[in-house]
């Protein structure tokens, strides 16, 4: 059984003026996403700046997200890191705090092989008992798993159950889907690609678009899931243009301009993310005006 179906939110972390995690912000952000429809929290992703957090704040914030959500949805962490160790670690810790599964990106700049990839992802599975979901972005990470290695992972190793995918790549994600035959668990890492991919049997989306619109997200995958194909069609086409203004810069930069846009007050970002440019901005606000969120 997948751990969600439907749209899970890749959640931002708001900071305080001194760059601190803010807690109940993101209490009151975890409130809203619930109430607005999302099917599962994603926290420390990339969304939620996991890169500049030490261990011991991406361990509390990830208890704190379960401790708030209190199981009403499914809590997925973010654990990957490019260190086995550290990826072991961090999992196992995720685990402690009350993760339903982990999102597990492929390790960056050292670039393993495929042998090393199938070795690092059935170590760090194998050190835990909750579901694994691989992370594949090659764009950010410079690493690409080739479909057969998705595969013989999810077929192999009892825990790792699917896969986040990024590549933007519908032939490899064609082929893995033939050869997986059913046991690959496949969501969309792109806002803009959730319809096709749905179309090839993904379970959803890990979504950014949610962070603003949980409700229209949700929607988008539970139209397709209802057998109404066109309707899904139209939300997702009706938010191309804002999903295209949220990563006009590296997210998270404009989602959570976006945010604070809609009155949130999440916060700034840590460096060496800096804050939107002006004229950016001003796009991404009447993105949001034409698709009635501001």
Known sequence: MAIFEGAGVALI?????????NYPKLEEILEEQIAGGTDAIISCGTTGESSTMTHEEHIQVVRFTCQ?????????????????????????EAEKAGADG????????????????????????????????????PGRTGVTMAPATIAALCR????????????GNFSAMAALM????????????NDDQIVPLLSLGGKGVISVLSN????????????????????????????????GQLFSEVNPIPVKAAMNLMGKN??????????????????????????GIL
């Open 212 to 243: 603003v619109a949980p409700r229209q997200t949700h929607d988008i995958c539970q139209s397709f899931f209802d057998g109404d194909v066109k309707k899904s069609c139209k939300l997702q086409l009706d938010a191309i243009e804002l999903i």
């Open 266 to 291: 999440v916060g700034g970002l840590r460096m060496p993310l800096t804050e939107m440019e002006p004229e950016h901005q001003k796009n991404l606000a009447a993105a949001m005006r034409a698709y």
């Open 178 to 189: 033939q050869m997986a035959d059913g046991c690959v668990d496949l969501y969309s890492g």
């Open 102 to 137: 982990l999102l597990l990106v492929t390790p960056y700049y050292n670039k393993a092989t495929q042998k090393g990839l199938i070795a690092h992802y059935t170590e760090i599975a194998d050190s835990v008992k909750i579901p694994c979901l691989l992370y594949h972005i």
């Open 13 to 21: 972390t708001p900071f305080c003026g001194s760059g601190e995690v």
């Open 156 to 167: 192999e190793v009892p825990n790792i159950v699917g896969v986040k995918e990024a590549s």
């Open 68 to 92: 708030v959500v209190k199981g009403r949805i499914p809590v997925i962490a973010g654990t990957g890191s490019n260190c086995t160790r550290e990826a072991v670690h961090l999992s196992q």
